[in-house]
């Protein structure tokens, strides 16, 4: 049963999860994003009843 055999799939498995714990995320950190969060008025808006056109 070859799978049960650790030798070249224990290796693949380090090399992938090395590659996704210290590679990935400097990559993924490294990316421009347009939506930069804005800070939120603390003053409430003034709100004008709307006037509807019938009576």
């Known amino acids: 049963?070859?799978?049960?055999n650790p030798n070249p799939w224990f290796m693949?498995?380090?090399f992938t999860w090395t590659f996704f714990l210290l590679l990935m995320p400097g990559k993924i950190m490294s990316y421009m994003f347009n939506n930069?969060?804005?800070t939120k008025s603390?003053?409430?808006?003034?709100?004008?009843?709307?006037?509807?056109?019938w009576p």
Do not use: D, Y
């Open 36 to 38: 930069h969060p804005t």
């Open 42 to 53: 603390t003053q409430k808006p003034k709100l004008n009843p709307w006037n509807w056109p």
């Open 1 to 4: 049963m070859p799978q049960l």
């Open 12 to 14: 693949i498995f380090l």
